[in-house]
């Protein structure tokens, strides 16, 4: 099996087709295993990165759920400085928590290696990724660099993205690794595939990529206030669930929350796109689009695609642990998301509708 030759562009990990590139081919029982969807395991993991604050955008500071402030508990420190304070009841809890359950075996994959300055050999775990053909009645439009798992789900999601109401998809009708297989009523894939390169290509024009989403996606009108005490527990529950992440260090995450800050879905991949997709597809495939009383959280950095993933999924409130980009903070004013980054150590910067976190 051949497929075109990828043409990148400057989304992460997507490329448009042309001729002669050959794609991986797995067994087809390897290939039903990966179409299962498996709940992830919780994981408790640790994360020693710094924060830095914007001066000129709105600084909220957050009450980290479960911590009375006359409680004891433990800091930790960087530089002798305190870092985070873990609750005694936390530290407990974890504890007497049941050691988490590897990850799924399609996600990672085992690699030898050379640890310096040692210079001994051993093995490690990083994180699979191949590429996934997604075909729209039986047309091929479009090829993302992903991690196995959740396919239907990344095909429905990317193509919910692109304006597009998918019916279902499924695998191919010979079981074809890789490949994807989707459905959609009163398609013009010509256009689907132009409005794709164009998304993708590196020589699009902010103003031209915001009018492009104005089109899919309309301005967020929910009415959804959420306190400020409810983000600061977000990225760690979301941590939490990273199995994959903790045997590799190697995955993007994204979760999807509601009012309560229950985790209703959790997705991991090599693209952080493809990990939002995911989280889209799943909640499509469940009828929950227009998400208006929900919350997405993101692991990394907030680009311009997360942006307008959360917009055309109708989803109000846009979290991460990672700094915005102009074009990201810009879409978000137009569209009607709150847009919060660096949510981490207590502390978040609301870049957009900060109407909508109290305090």
């Known amino acids: 099996m051949h497929l075109r030759d990828l043409r990148w562009g400057a989304q992460d990990g997507v490329c448009e087709l042309a001729e002669g590139c050959p794609v991986p081919r797995r067994e087809a029982d390897q290939v039903a295993e990966e ?74 994959a ?23 053909e997604i075909r729209v009645n039986g047309r091929a439009v479009a090829v993302t660099m992903r991690t196995p798992g959740h396919d239907e789900e990344l095909a429905l999601g990317f193509l919910v993205s692109e304006g597009m109401a998918p019916r279902h998809a499924e695998p191919t009708a010979d079981l074809a690794a890789n490949t994807v297989e989707v459905r959609v009523d009163d398609v013009d894939l010509g256009r689907l595939q132009r409005n794709f390169y164009t998304t993708s290509s ?8 915001l009018e492009a989403v104005a089109v899919a ?8 206030r959420v306190p400020s005490s409810l983000l600061a527990g977000l990225p760690e529950q979301l941590r939490a669930g990273q199995a994959a992440f903790a045997a590799t260090g190697g995955l993007h995450a994204t979760g999807l929350f509601d009012t309560d800050a229950t985790l209703l879905c959790l997705r991991e991949d090599v693209g952080r796109h493809n990990a939002l997709d995911k989280v889209i597809g799943w909640a499509y495939g469940r009828g929950l689009l227009p998400l208006a009383e929900a919350l997405l959280c993101v692991s990394g950095r907030l680009s311009f695609e997360l942006v307008q993933k959360a917009a055309v999924a109708g989803c109000p409130i846009l979290i991460g642990v990672g700094a915005p980009s102009s074009l990201a903070v810009e879409l978000a004013a137009d569209r009607g998301v709150t847009l919060c980054g660096f949510v981490r150590g207590g502390r978040a910067n609301v870049y957009s509708e900060p109407w909508r976190i109290t305090v």
């Open 217 to 224: 996606a309309a301005r967020s009108e929910s009415p959804l």
């Open 35 to 108: 179409r299962r969807v498996r709940p992830l395991p919780a994981l408790v993991r640790g994360d020693a990165g710094e924060i830095e604050q914007r001066h000129d955008s709105l600084v909220v500071e957050l009450e980290p759920l479960g911590r009375d402030p006359g409680s004891s508990g433990h800091e930790v420190t960087r530089g002798g400085e305190p870092f985070v304070h873990v609750p005694e009841a936390t530290l407990a809890r974890v504890a007497s928590e049941p050691e988490a359950a590897p990850p799924p075996p399609y996600s990672t």
């Open 110 to 132: 085992s690699v030898e290696l050379i640890r310096l300055p040692e210079g001994r050999t051993a093995r490690d775990r990083v994180a699979v990724e191949e590429p996934l």
């Open 202 to 209: 590196c020589g699009v024009c902010g103003k031209g990529a």
